[in-house]
């Protein structure tokens, strides 16, 4: 199976920031930061109680970090819908986070493989098409200011900070 992985917003700290998983077919699963979670996660991040710095390299890691968990609970929501058990999975991520795809591959891939047990082939990091449902659905998730599209799913203040916080 293939999944496309695209954002529309620009920055993962910014309300209304998406991020949308799909694939060729009817698979579409979106996630939209809302205000209080942010403004929350940079507060507690400021604080010093994730374990990432409050320097330049920690925020970016930060983000990266807040960017993988998201995609974590999409792929964890697709899983429970759909039989992804013994099938291999490709990735095409676009290029949001350039620059970061080692840190993104390092955050990503075992949350993926050893948290959902999913097989994941080495990710491809390309800028993807207009014609894209990732990026279509981006796109429109953003604008849908009354989250009336379907796809959407919910990710707690809880669910983030089980993997951010120091241990």
Do not use: W
Request: aromatic content about 12%; hydrophobic content about 35%; charged content about 30%.
């Amino acid at each position: 199976m293939e999944f496309e992985i695209d954002v529309s917003g620009e920055d993962v700290l910014n309300e209304g920031y998406t991020i949308v998983v799909a694939d060729k077919n009817n698979i579409i699963r979106g996630f939209k930061f809302h205000r209080d979670l942010i403004q929350i996660l940079r507060a507690r991040q400021g604080e010093g109680r994730y374990r990432y710095l409050n320097s330049k390299q920690g925020k970016s890691l930060f983000r990266v970090r807040v960017y993988c968990i998201a995609l974590y609970y999409l792929f964890r929501s697709i899983k429970h819908e759909y039989d992804l058990k013994n099938k291999e999975i490709n990735l095409k991520i676009c290029k949001d986070f350039q620059g970061h795809e080692q840190n993104i591959n390092s955050n990503l891939i075992p949350l993926l493989k050893n948290d959902l047990g999913l097989i994941i082939n080495s990710p491809i990091y390309q800028k993807l098409s207009k014609e894209s449902n990732a990026d279509k659905y981006a796109y429109l998730m953003r604008k849908d200011t009354k989250n009336q599209m379907k796809g959407y799913i919910d990710i707690s203040l809880d669910e983030f900070e089980y993997y951010l916080k120091k241990k």
